[in-house]
């Protein structure tokens, strides 16, 4: 034990980081910008010339084997960006906005720190098709050290590429509207140019550049962008975004196989949303009676044996806006617990060193979710107004501090309240603080949301009125280096702990949890990179009886056909589940990512050993074997199939019976027509429910906030309620509208 605790606890200084160049930009007259992807010399003319000289990925601050040139000037009104890169060949699929097939090909981009604190990196490319990406990078505590990253955000920007004979050009053009930045005609932003691409020379591994030095001894990676671009006398046009939407939906079911399909009467929704820039700090949103439903984006998320609910991810354009300012460890603010309000507001201030989020809605069916320390219970009830305020400081580019406050009130005089505060301290280059601490004071509705007679402590899972409070803290000490990645996590819930408007699944639990990990960079033939980590983890009720502990072992390496294979040995000591205990087992997964040629990517991931059958009445140990594979075929540029197929089951220690077993295939098909337009057929078939499900979806989006969807999903079933039907047949259909357009 001793020897353990010396690796984890072996942290060692390294050097600062590189020093910034300032480019001051020559100023360019917008009539010359035409984004037809050909970069014509009145467009460069008076541009700064930038080149992409570090490789980043997989060697570091290396000279790229792929020359790349960036070319920046700037109007009245946009930032323009134009860039050349020199390829022999250039893969640049055909996809929507913000699909992750663009990083399989050659692609372009920007990374702009705009207020130049690292409070977000904004990340704006293009591959040579005109197939967008955008999104923004958030300071991150995740395992290997590396920020998140949420492509969910979205900025209006022009791009167009062509491939030429030696190689490709893309051009930007980024209105100043899009951006947030501080006030002002003259601006001073943190930037940064990059390229992917396929290195054939190089057994075809994935590679990054970019024109800022980069460092893996940084506890800060959004710190490091090392050029500065000056920009005078722009012109600060005030948005005013208009977005109404009209949508329209009917459903039908029957009970019995050979019944008519009784359809609904058509649903019929409309509403308008309004976006106001008073100036650029300053912006309120409003949107009246909102559509606020996402059917096209929620993708299936398997579900077989959690015995806690599952989130998705927001795809909402109106809480996209400024939800990097609600970025939270514990989960305190989700923004889906906003279900279908009748009225949405919201206020973003962003100032030189501060930030202020302001949201308030009314509800008309509000989510309901009730953490306990094993299992969480949801429904969906009545209505509500919520209310939420975020404020934070940025005293510099390596620390913040952050307050919020949150509320939602029930009809029947119940309330959930929410007070938090929270830190962010980088000491040095490597080593980094993060502190969250929240207490809450709630009222429960009296209302038959959640179906369930169980009780935690003293208190009931049923919604009876019962007043509740709690508190909940999460702290963790990291270092990172390029060698050595170390952090130390504590976190805190109490029973009583919930977030009304968050997504806190379980409570009443300490948490310790201590990571080391040894990570090397050989970049060879063979073995690209390679990391070995070890993990332990003790978990306690708030009253100090262990729950849980464990020791996690992880062993990963990229080698040749961008293969990422992780392996992950679990030594569980003590595992529990309500009143029952677990000792000594021990279970093992494995996952594979491959590209082994231009037009396939394979995902491959197999669990193996003991595990809790949680979904039993009784909850037992038995032979868990959980098998997904998935795939991407690339017909041609505008084609492409994703076939997958999860199986997993859990068998008894002592027979050949199964807990449960059984499997979900999907496949997804998808046509491209242009980057705007496209037909996705999905179908599914869920082995557990003897269900199959199919959903046509036709769609055009011109850009990020315009949307037309037609689509509609049928559900088949097997056996109906009395009868067997001789075949799958349909039991619940619907068909689906959404005509959503921006004024701007």
């Known amino acids: 034990m001793k020897k353990f605790l010396l690796i984890i606890f072996s942290f060692y200084f390294s050097t600062s980081l590189a020093q910034e160049t300032v480019l001051v930009l020559n100023k360019t007259d917008q009539n010359k910008f035409n984004i037809d992807g050909i970069i014509s010399d009145d467009e460069i003319n008076n541009a700064k010339i930038l080149e992409i000289i570090y ?97 969910n955000v979205n900025f209006d920007f022009k791009s167009l590429g062509r491939i030429t004979d030696e190689g490709y050009e893309v051009e930007f053009l980024i209105p100043f509207t899009e951006l947030p930045f501080p006030n002002g005609k003259k601006q001073s932003w943190k930037f940064e140019l990059f390229t992917g691409y396929i290195d054939d020379e190089n057994e075809g591994v994935e590679v990054r550049a970019g024109s800022s030095k980069s460092s893996r001894d940084a506890s800060c990676q959004l710190c490091l962008l090392d050029h500065i671009i000056v920009m005078d006398d722009i012109v600060l046009d005030k948005k005013l975004d208009f977005l109404p939407y009209l949508s329209s939906n009917i459903s039908g079911s029957r009970d019995k196989y050979y019944d008519r399909i009784n359809y609904e009467t058509p649903k019929l929704n409309y509403g308008i949303g309004v976006n106001l820039e008073l100036n650029k700090n300053l912006s309120i949103e409003a949107s009246l009676n909102p559509d606020f439903s996402q059917v096209e984006s929620d993708a299936t998320k398997i579900d077989i044996n959690s015995p806690t609910a599952i989130n998705y991810p927001e795809k909402r354009p109106f809480f996209n806006r400024g939800i990097d300012a609600m970025d939270y460890e514990l989960d305190v603010f989700y923004s889906r617990s906003i279900n279908n309000p009748s009225f949405a507001s919201k206020i973003i201030n962003q100032g030189i060193k501060s930030r202020l989020y302001v949201l308030s809605a009314f509800d008309e069916e509000t989510p309901y979710l009730v953490p306990t320390q094993f299992e969480s219970f949801s429904g969906v009830g009545g209505k509500s107004f919520s209310n939420v305020i975020r404020y934070q400081n940025f005293i510099n580019s390596k620390t913040r501090m952050g307050l919020l406050a949150s509320n939602r009130y029930y009809e029947g005089d119940a309330y959930g309240n929410l007070y938090g505060i929270d830190a962010l301290i980088n000491f040095s280059d490597v080593w980094k603080f993060e502190f969250e601490l929240f207490l809450n004071n709630n009222k429960e509705p009296v209302a038959d949301w959640i179906d369930s007679d169980k009780k935690y402590g003293d208190k009931s899972v049923q919604l009876d009125g019962e007043t509740i409070n709690g508190n909940a803290v999460f702290a963790t000490l990291r270092r990172d280096t390029e060698t050595w990645r170390s952090f130390i996590e504590y976190s805190q819930l109490s029973d009583g702990f919930r977030s009304d408007l968050g997504f806190v699944t379980t409570n009443n639990q300490k948490k310790y949890t201590l990571w080391h990990s040894y990570n090397k960079y050989p970049n060879k033939d063979f073995i690209k990179r390679y990391r070995i980590s070890l993990r332990q983890d003790f978990e306690y009720s708030y009253s100090n009886d262990i729950s849980r502990s464990n020791f996690q072992t992880f062993l990963g390496f990229l080698t040749i056909l961008n293969t990422d294979v992780l392996y992950n040995y679990e030594y569980n000591f003590v595992k529990s589940h309500l009143e029952f205990q677990f000792r000594d087992f021990i279970n093992h997964w494995l996952r594979i990512d491959t590209q082994p040629a231009d037009f396939l990517n394979i995902n491959i991931f197999y669990k193996w050993g003991k595990d809790i059958a949680y979904r039993l009445d009784t909850p037992m140990l038995g032979m868990v074997n959980d098998i997904r594979l998935s795939s991407e075929f690339s017909i041609n540029e505008n084609f492409r199939i994703r076939p997958n197929i999860n199986y997993s089951s859990i068998k008894k220690l002592d027979s050949n019976e199964y807990y449960f077993k059984g499997y979900i295939s999907r496949l997804d098909i998808r046509y491209q027509f242009t980057n705007s337009l496209d037909l996705r057929l999905i179908s599914e078939y869920n082995d557990f429910s003897e269900q199959f499900f199919f959903q046509p979806l036709i769609s055009w989006r011109p850009n990020p906030d315009t949307i037309f969807y037609l689509g509609g999903n049928q559900n088949y079933i097997d056996q109906f309620i009395d009868y067997n039907s001789p075949h799958y047949r349909v039991n619940k259909t619907q068909i689906f509208l959404k005509f959503q357009y921006l004024f701007k």
Do not use: C, H, W
Not at 67 to 83: A, C, P, Q
């Open 55 to 151: 490789e980043v990925e997989p060697g570091l601050n290396s000279t790229p084997s792929q020359e790349t040139l960036g070319y920046i000037t700037y109007s009245d009104k946009f930032l323009y960006v134009g860039i050349k890169a020199y390829r022999e060949r250039v893969i640049a699929p055909l996809t929507t906005r913000d699909n992750s097939v663009l990083f399989r090909g050659d692609f372009a981009g920007i990374t702009i720190d705009s207020y130049g604190d690292a409070r977000n990196n904004i990340i704006i490319m293009s591959n040579s098709s005109g197939s967008q990406n955008d999104g923004i990078r958030l300071p991150g505590t995740s395992f290997g050290g590396g920020p998140n990253i949420n492509l």
